[in-house]
């Protein structure tokens, strides 16, 4: 275990993470051994071949799907075992996922998508009390990401570019500790992503917000304190921004 | 809260939701209108069955009867004078009614009731089922219930004159062809052998004579014709009336109301389709009754009695089988005029209460005045128990068929819920995703279920009271296009479907459809609770 961390607290730890597929009777590994530790307000970047394991990795993490084997660990405190109860609570205010395919919820506009993890939070009543706080909330995000002028529109009106900005916003407006970005500007132009960018770093340098951000973009993956290349399951190179010390992890 | 919106969305979005709300709402409407129909029919049927009954018959089980009303009905009285508002003695037994029509002669199987009609229509009603009459006659100041009106009056003095030209007709042609005419004995001889046969009789049916004299031909005078006459060779025929009265239009000692269903028949105008009734007897004809005498052991007793009015109390049971006829006449016909003292027999008397919530009491304690060997005492509801049960059973047995329906009905949301839990199945994923519990998305389906019953059954109980009220019309309208009626008078009795509209029944039709909704979703819901985000957010 690599213990060369800049600040004391384990913000999100992974540990001998593994995971694998069943397609009929073969077993595909996806996960082997995988370890990972974040510092609180780090900002950390995974990349890797298309098929590496980035998403899944995110999905432990995240509590979207559990390890075969290993731990995910929020603050030191295992947390891939808890009671669904706890793990939703947690998905729902710890933890925001900006997805790959933004999953945004059809039926709903772009406002209310937003809206959604709160509506989510709190029950009816409320929410409806605290209504005008949380649109303002989220009227900031969008704001941030630029959708101003699309609020009442439904997805399936929206760009691939609307619609993962919304999904960021979405990740945004439930004040997560940890945002895991599952490629946040793959569809956007190197201008709005830049401008994510500068929001996302923003965020992590005011608020401290933890961030784990997938990319296949070799420029983004340079704003972050450190970027990570998972291959095959296994992360094979850690490079911090400042040094170009690159040191290999091997798979248990 | 995001609950309510996603419920909303789908139900807005989700065209095939509809299909779910139709489905409920289709049997929700059903339900309301077959049983506020049956509510109608029952309530009418249950009114028609009561009709001319009394609400509690006090019977002596032999047909002889007992002796001395006054004595039976002051023991009545004393037991339970509290609730006893009238009381009428009657006298019923079985017999046949004859009478011509078209040449023929039509016998019917009936029920002989002698009554009083003032005391009758007291205990029930009975002067609002005469069809002619709104009021019993006022004659010399005194109201006769057996009294011809004018138009009874007018028609029988009509036949009287048809009656007599005819047979001064036949007469006539008789001697013409030196036809003797007064001896069974010659008419035998024509009959049996044809070839001997005088041309009238050769050419005549032996019931052409029949088709003229009609219905009132009892009198001195038809003697004439008597040969040919069925029942003329019958001991008894000189027991009625008949030849006592040397004016025929004056009405014979017995009086009768007749249902209408013995003596009338319904038809189809061939131009209008409308269904008219034919009266086959008029007031102020004569007909004949065939009973029994109160003897021992009974012998059959005939008489000839005028025809004062029909009566149509709407249930066919009553009047396709009951005639009432004046007490004392029957009693004398009957026999049943004790001759030394003078003491009239009855067999039942008929009670009148005046809350028949408390029938049942008063049933106790007459049983126990009565004994039950030689008395039956009963209530109406006692009486015509069979037909009333039936009545109820058959609603029974359509509520739980029509509850089949609207459990199709929830089949139908099952499997529609299923399938829209499917297709939702990458959102379920996204809620989950989002950190919405699995009793949040359970509830999701649960309420989209509740909200579906709700609109279901609040548009099914609206189109179910819009459709009982206007049903009469609606069913002119499926008349008109069909060509073919839906509700046929002539089988129905009524003129109209009959409806009651039982709040309860609705409120209970409404919930359980809704309970139902809820109850088809739960299995979708939980299946959508129960998926597994990761896989759920890949579902294409
Ligand atoms: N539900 C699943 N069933 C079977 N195989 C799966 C499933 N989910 C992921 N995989 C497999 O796991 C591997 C890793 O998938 P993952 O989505 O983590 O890749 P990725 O690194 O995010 O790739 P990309 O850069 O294209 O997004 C892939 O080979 C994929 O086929
Ligand atoms: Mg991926």
């Given at each position: 275990m690599?213990?060369?961390?800049?600040?004391p607290?384990?913000?999100?730890?992974?540990?001998?993470?593994?995971?694998?597929?069943?397609?009929g009777?073969?077993?595909?590994p996806?996960?082997?051994?995988?370890?990972?530790?974040?510092?609180?307000?780090?900002?950390?970047?995974?990349?890797?071949?298309?098929?590496?394991?980035?998403?899944t990795l995110l999905?432990?993490?995240?509590?979207?799907?559990?390890?075969?084997?290993?731990?995910?660990?929020?603050?030191?405190?295992?947390?891939?075992?808890?009671?669904?109860?706890?793990?939703?609570?947690?998905?729902?205010?710890?933890?925001?996922?900006?997805?790959?395919?933004?999953?945004?919820?059809?039926?709903?506009?772009?406002?209310?998508?937003?809206?959604?993890?709160?509506?989510?939070?709190?029950?009816?009543?409320?929410?409806?009390t605290?209504?005008?706080?949380f649109?303002?909330?989220?009227?900031?995000?969008?704001?941030?990401?630029?959708?101003?002028?699309?609020?009442?529109?439904?997805?399936?009106?929206?760009?691939?570019g609307?619609?993962?900005?919304?999904?960021?916003a979405?990740?945004?407006?439930?004040?997560?500790?940890?945002?895991?970005?599952?490629?946040?500007?793959?569809?956007?132009?190197?201008?709005t992503?830049?401008?994510?960018?500068?929001?996302?770093?923003?965020?992590?340098?005011?608020?401290?917000?933890?961030i784990?951000?997938?990319?296949?973009?070799?420029?983004i993956?340079?704003?972050?304190?450190?970027t990570?290349?998972?291959?095959?399951?296994?992360?094979?190179?850690?490079?911090?921004?400042?040094?170009?010390?690159?040191?290999?992890?091997?798979?248990? | 809260?995001?609950?309510?919106?996603?419920?909303?969305?789908?139900?807005?979005?989700?065209?095939?939701?509809?299909?779910?709300?139709?489905?409920?709402?289709?049997?929700?409407?059903?339900?309301?209108?077959?049983?506020?129909?049956?509510?109608?029919?029952?309530?009418?049927?249950?009114?028609?069955?009561?009709?001319?009954?009394?609400?509690?018959?006090v019977?002596?089980?032999?047909?002889?009867?007992?002796?001395?009303?006054?004595?039976?009905?002051?023991?009545?009285?004393?037991?339970?004078?509290?609730?006893?508002?009238?009381?009428?003695?009657?006298?019923?037994?079985?017999?046949?009614?004859?009478?011509?029509?078209?040449?023929?002669?039509?016998?019917?199987?009936?029920?002989?009731?002698?009554?009083?009609?003032?005391?009758?229509?007291?205990v029930?009603?009975?002067?609002?089922?005469?069809?002619?009459?709104?009021?019993?006659?006022?004659?010399?100041?005194?109201?006769?219930?057996?009294?011809?009106?004018?138009?009874?009056?007018?028609?029988?003095?009509?036949?009287k004159?048809?009656r007599?030209?005819?047979?001064?007709?036949?007469?006539?042609?008789?001697?013409l062809?030196?036809?003797?005419?007064?001896?069974?004995?010659?008419?035998?001889?024509?009959?049996?052998?044809?070839?001997?046969?005088?041309?009238?009789?050769?050419?005549?049916p032996?019931?052409?004579?029949?088709?003229?004299?009609?219905?009132?031909?009892?009198?001195?005078?038809?003697?004439?014709?008597?040969e040919?006459?069925?029942?003329?060779?019958?001991?008894?025929?000189?027991?009625?009336?008949?030849v006592?009265?040397?004016?025929?239009?004056?009405?014979?000692?017995?009086r009768?109301?007749?249902?209408?269903?013995?003596?009338?028949?319904?038809?189809?105008?061939?131009?209008?389709?409308?269904?008219?009734t034919?009266?086959?007897?008029?007031?102020?004809?004569?007909?004949?009754?065939?009973?029994?005498?109160?003897?021992?052991?009974?012998?059959?007793?005939h008489?000839?009695?005028?025809?004062v009015?029909?009566?149509?109390?709407?249930?066919?049971?009553?009047?396709?089988?009951?005639?009432?006829?004046?007490?004392?006449?029957?009693?004398?016909?009957?026999?049943?005029?004790?001759?030394?003292?003078?003491?009239?027999?009855?067999?039942?008397?008929?009670?009148?209460?005046?809350?028949?919530?408390?029938?049942?009491?008063?049933?106790?304690?007459?049983?126990?005045?009565?004994?039950?060997g030689?008395?039956?005492?009963?209530?109406?509801?006692?009486?015509?128990?069979?037909?009333?049960?039936a009545?109820?059973?058959?609603?029974?047995?359509?509520?739980?068929?029509l509850?089949?329906?609207?459990?199709?009905?929830?089949?139908?949301?099952?499997?529609?819920?299923?399938?829209?839990?499917?297709?939702?199945?990458?959102?379920?994923?996204?809620?989950?995703?989002?950190?919405?519990?699995?009793?949040?998305?359970?509830?999701?389906?649960?309420?989209?279920?509740?909200?579906?019953g709700?609109?279901?059954?609040?548009?099914?109980?609206?189109?179910?009271?819009?459709?009982?009220?206007?049903?009469?019309?609606?069913?002119?309208?499926?008349?008109?296009?069909?060509?073919?009626?839906?509700?046929?008078?002539?089988?129905?009795y009524?003129?109209?479907?009959?409806?009651?509209?039982?709040?309860?029944?609705?409120?209970?039709?409404?919930?359980?459809?809704?309970?139902?909704?809820?109850?088809?979703?739960?299995?979708?819901?939980?299946?959508?609770?129960?998926?597994?985000?990761?896989?759920?957010?890949?579902?294409?």
């Amino acid at each position: 275990m690599n213990e060369t961390v800049r600040m004391p607290v384990n913000h999100i730890q992974a540990i001998a993470l593994e995971k694998s597929y069943h397609k009929g009777e073969h077993r595909v590994p996806v996960l082997c051994g995988t370890e990972i530790s974040i510092n609180k307000g780090e900002f950390v970047s995974i990349v890797g071949q298309s098929g590496s394991g980035k998403s899944t990795l995110l999905h432990l993490i995240g509590l979207l799907d559990s390890p075969d084997v290993g731990e995910v660990r929020l603050e030191g405190q295992r947390i891939d075992d808890l009671p669904t109860r706890v793990r939703d609570e947690l998905r729902n205010r710890v933890f925001g996922f900006i997805f790959q395919f933004y999953h945004l919820l059809p039926e709903l506009n772009l406002l209310e998508n937003v809206l959604s993890p709160l509506m989510i939070r709190h029950p009816a009543w409320r929410y409806w009390t605290r209504r005008n706080e949380f649109r303002d909330m989220a009227l900031h995000f969008i704001e941030k990401v630029g959708l101003m002028h699309r609020l009442h529109h439904k997805p399936s009106e929206l760009s691939g570019g609307e619609m993962q900005r919304a999904a960021i916003a979405r990740a945004l407006v439930a004040a997560p500790e940890v945002l895991l970005a599952d490629e946040p500007t793959g569809n956007l132009d190197a201008g709005t992503g830049e401008e994510i960018m500068e929001l996302l770093t923003s965020l992590n340098e005011q608020e401290a917000l933890t961030i784990i951000m997938v990319t296949h973009d070799p420029v983004i993956a340079q704003q972050a304190h450190r970027t990570v290349r998972l291959v095959e399951g296994r992360i094979e190179l850690q490079q911090e921004r400042s040094g170009a010390t690159g040191h290999e992890i091997s798979c248990a | 809260m995001y609950k309510f919106l996603l419920c909303v969305r789908y139900l807005k979005t989700r065209y095939i939701a509809l299909a779910c709300i139709v489905s409920v709402m289709l049997g929700v409407a059903t339900m309301i209108v077959v049983n506020s129909v049956m509510a109608g029919f029952g309530n009418e049927m249950r009114d028609r069955i009561k009709g001319i009954l009394a609400d509690v018959v006090v019977e002596s089980n032999s047909l002889d009867g007992v002796e001395d009303a006054d004595y039976h009905m002051q023991l009545i009285r004393d037991a339970a004078a509290d609730d006893i508002e009238a009381m009428t003695a009657t006298v019923e037994v079985y017999g046949m009614l004859s009478f011509e029509y078209a040449g023929q002669w039509i016998t019917r199987p009936i029920t002989l009731i002698g009554i009083d009609p003032i005391g009758k229509s007291k205990v029930g009603p009975l002067v609002d089922y005469l069809v002619n009459t709104d009021a019993f006659p006022t004659v010399d100041g005194e109201i006769d219930g057996w009294a011809l009106n004018s138009a009874a009056r007018t028609h029988r003095e009509r036949w009287k004159r048809h009656r007599e030209w005819m047979q001064q007709q036949f007469r006539a042609d008789a001697t013409l062809q030196g036809v003797p005419q007064n001896t069974a004995s010659d008419s035998q001889i024509v009959d049996s052998s044809p070839s001997n046969a005088v041309p009238p009789f050769a050419d005549t049916p032996p019931f052409a004579d029949a088709a003229v004299s009609s219905s009132p031909q009892a009198d001195s005078q038809t003697q004439a014709i008597a040969e040919n006459d069925p029942f003329a060779d019958d001991p008894f025929a000189g027991t009625g009336p008949a030849v006592a009265t040397a004016d025929a239009s004056q009405p014979l000692e017995g009086r009768l109301y007749l249902g209408v269903g013995l003596v009338s028949f319904p038809y189809e105008d061939g131009q209008t389709g409308e269904v008219k009734t034919n009266m086959m007897v008029q007031p102020g004809d004569d007909v004949r009754i065939s009973t029994v005498t109160a003897g021992r052991p009974p012998a059959p007793a005939h008489f000839y009695a005028t025809v004062v009015d029909v009566f149509k109390s709407g249930m066919s049971e009553y009047d396709s089988s009951l005639v009432f006829c004046n007490l004392e006449h029957l009693q004398k016909v009957r026999g049943m005029i004790d001759p030394t003292t003078q003491s009239k027999a009855i067999t039942s008397i008929q009670i009148k209460l005046k809350d028949y919530s408390r029938a049942d009491e008063v049933v106790a304690k007459l049983k126990a005045l009565f004994p039950p060997g030689a008395y039956s005492v009963q209530t109406w509801e006692q009486k015509q128990g069979p037909l009333l049960a039936a009545v109820e059973v058959e609603s029974a047995i359509l509520n739980v068929l029509l509850f089949l329906i609207i459990a199709v009905a929830g089949f139908g949301i099952l499997a529609i819920f299923y399938m829209i839990v499917v297709e939702k199945t990458r959102d379920i994923g996204i809620l989950k995703a989002l950190g919405a519990s699995s009793r949040g998305v359970m509830s999701v389906f649960l309420s989209y279920g509740l909200a579906l019953g709700i609109v279901g059954s609040g548009v099914g109980v609206i189109v179910g009271l819009l459709f009982v009220k206007y049903i009469n019309t609606i069913e002119t309208v499926i008349t008109v296009l069909t060509g073919r009626p839906v509700f046929d008078e002539r089988i129905y009795y009524f003129p109209e479907i009959p409806t009651q509209v039982n709040p309860w029944t609705v409120c209970w039709v409404a919930f359980g459809a809704m309970a139902i909704a809820v109850l088809a979703s739960i299995l979708p819901a939980r299946r959508a609770s129960r998926l597994h985000p990761v896989e759920a957010l890949r579902y294409e």
